[in-house]
Nanobody
Framework: QVQLVESGGGLVQPGGSLRLSCAAS????????MGWYRQAPGKQRELVAT???????TYADSVKYRFTISRDNARNTVYLKMDSLKPEDTAVYYC?????????WGQGTQVTVSS
């Protein structure tokens, strides 16, 4: 009964900012890692950023220096701060988590970058 719920998506202008949140709930012993993927219509889902329980982060080259991933272990929540947004960032963003060595996906939240 583990569930991931994303929030924070919306419509922003190029150069704007958004912060996405993903909260995990249910039967959780350990969150091993959390991350964000995104998928644009007609394209494959791609990795955006990940963070391990030890705080090690990874980023896709396309978002490096613009996006920042962080987590709040007390709230079982991961965040994605997105700055200097570009139209090519438009996609559905999906939260992903490895919880007790099992992978889970959120429902997705729409991010649209357009003038």
């Amino acid at each position: 009964q583990v569930q991931l719920v994303e929030s924070g998506g919306g419509l922003v202008q190029p150069g704007g900012s958004l912060r996405l949140s993903c909260a995990a709930s249910g039967s959780i012993f350990r969150i091993n890692a959390m991350g964000w993927y995104r998928q644009a219509p007609g394209k494959q889902r791609e990795l955006v950023a990940t963070i391990t329980g030890g705080g090690t982060t990874t980023y896709a080259d396309s978002v490096k220096y613009r996006f920042t991933i962080s987590r709040d272990n007390a709230r079982n929540t991961v965040y994605l701060k997105m700055d200097s947004l570009k139209p090519e960032d438009t996609a559905v963003y999906y939260c992903n988590a490895v919880i007790d060595l099992t992978q889970y996906w959120g429902q997705g939240t729409q991010v649209t970058v357009s003038s």
